[in-house]
């Protein structure tokens, strides 16, 4: 359909769905005006970076958001460390995501993540804020720096997410939100740690599966 500026938006029946913004990418600037179709995204709009341009989203503030987001095959987005980009709808990636600063996910409503076909070649923090519905994994992902549960449910389903360690750094998972909630079903966290080469004993972890106490276990039996 022809937006109100005489630019292509996507057509919808359903006339409660608001219209989708879609980049141009006359330069890489994601609050630049000349770069959307008709305008900026808010938080109720949809968004479409579509392929075949010449410059993709290069975001460097904490102002962007945006309602769903479709990433098309061969299109990406960019997230530079002091960045922030949140998303009040479904993140749809078929393309490439880097993400060197913060992804929020805040709908009020069910939310799915991270997109079934597309690549994550970054991803920095990702924080759950999610007041409603939750969020829904539909692919095998990571984060590289912190995972931030502040609210809402995080539901693996059958897909697994990968706590990540490199030699540079290892990721953590932040203090849970007091309506924070992990569900599962055949999927499970990873949790990686990193392991210089060389001849040494390590300590890695406790038991965490076994039938005596946190006493017994971890305490050595010390009051």
Same mark, same amino acid.
């Given at each position: 359909?022809?937006?109100?500026?005489?630019?292509?938006?996507?057509?919808?029946?359903?006339?409660?769905?608001?219209?989708?913004?879609?980049?141009?990418?006359?330069?890489?600037?994601?609050?630049?005006?000349?770069?959307?179709?008709?305008?900026?995204?808010?938080?109720?709009?949809?968004?479409?970076?579509?392929?075949?341009?010449?410059? !993709?989203?290069?975001?460097?503030?904490?102002?962007?958001?945006?309602?769903?987001?479709?990433?098309?095959?061969? +299109?990406?987005?960019?997230?530079?460390?002091?960045?922030?980009?949140?998303?009040?709808?479904?993140?749809?990636?078929?393309?490439?995501?880097?993400?060197?600063?913060?992804?929020?996910?805040?709908?009020?409503?069910?939310?799915? !993540?991270?997109?079934?076909?597309?690549?994550?070649?970054?991803?920095?923090?990702?924080?759950? +804020?999610?007041?409603?519905?939750?969020?829904?994994?539909?692919?095998?992902?990571?984060?590289?720096?912190?995972?931030?549960?502040?609210?809402?449910?995080?539901?693996?389903?059958?897909?697994?997410?990968?706590?990540?360690?490199?030699?540079?750094?290892?990721?953590?998972?932040?203090?849970?939100?007091?309506?924070?909630?992990?569900?599962?079903?055949?999927?499970?966290?990873?949790?990686?740690?990193?392991?210089?080469?060389?001849?040494?004993?390590?300590?890695?972890?406790?038991?965490?599966?076994?039938?005596?106490?946190?006493?017994?276990?971890?305490?050595?039996?010390?009051?």
């Amino acid at each position: 359909a022809t937006g109100p500026t005489g630019c292509f938006m996507k057509d919808t029946a359903d006339v409660n769905v608001k219209p989708y913004n879609t980049w141009l990418g006359i330069t890489s600037d994601w609050n630049d005006p000349d770069n959307w179709c008709p305008g900026v995204p808010t938080s109720a709009t949809d968004v479409t970076i579509p392929n075949g341009l010449p410059f !993709y989203p290069l975001l460097y503030d904490s102002v962007p958001v945006a309602r769903s987001i479709i990433i098309e095959s061969n +299109a990406s987005i960019e997230m530079l460390p002091e960045s922030r980009l949140s998303i009040f709808g479904n993140f749809q990636n078929s393309g490439t995501v880097i993400n060197k600063g913060t992804l929020t996910l805040s709908g009020a409503t069910a939310q799915t !993540y991270p997109g079934s076909t597309g690549t994550i070649a970054a991803m920095k923090i990702l924080e759950i +804020a999610n007041t409603g519905g939750g969020v829904l994994l539909d692919k095998s992902t990571y984060v590289s720096a912190e995972l931030k549960p502040s609210s809402g449910t995080f539901a693996l389903g059958d897909f697994d997410f990968t706590i990540r360690s490199v030699d540079t750094v290892t990721a953590r998972v932040s203090k849970l939100g007091t309506t924070s909630v992990f569900t599962y079903g055949n999927g499970r966290f990873i949790v990686e740690r990193f392991i210089r080469q060389g001849r040494k004993w390590r300590f890695l972890s406790v038991p965490t599966n076994t039938t005596q106490s946190i006493n017994a276990a971890w305490q050595e039996g010390a009051l």
